[in-house]
């Protein structure tokens, strides 16, 4: 499948490694399978401070989505990012770059999905963007992602909307598991 063919992209979005991945990987599946024109882009490397061993999160969720019956072309795999942000800064700077601004979905789960629309909405501003949510699980903690969101937002503060250079360098000042990464070093 050529992205730009597709009317419309499901961003899955890693959240570490277990139940809440999978969570989101399958949703994810349940949705591109009712919309086979849809390409899907599964987003997550490993978690900042979290050693990169074994599969990243986006491999294991395109392994997940290819075994619910979603086709291996229709799935891209961006496997840099560490967090929300870098999410959707790799995204953006890995396949949507020259593609004409379409409705982006992105999936993940119900208590991240707000800050997760945030943050695409400021990388990516001319999209338009939906939500879609993966089952809640026991505990997931709401007031935790409103402060997650609180911090994003002063992260993110002072930057203009859809500024990828000036995102990527603060999260190169921020974040050092984000030096080894040629996208992101290139705006330094």
Known sequence: MNLAAAPELLVVLGGGPGATTRDRARAAADLALTRPRDAVIVSGGYGLGTPEAGPSEAAAMREALVAAGVATDRVFVEDESRDTIGNALFVALRYLGELRPRPLVVVT????LPRALAVFARVLPAWP????????RTGEDDAHERRLLAETDAFLDGIAPGDHGA????????W???????RLTSFA
Not at 129 to 136: D, F, P, T
């Open 176 to 182: 050092p598991e984000y030096a080894a990464s040629a």
């Open 129 to 136: 963007l939906e939500g879609h949510a993966s089952a809640r």
């Open 167 to 174: 995102i990527a360098r603060r999260l190169l000042e921020r």
């Open 109 to 112: 789960s119900p208590s991240h």
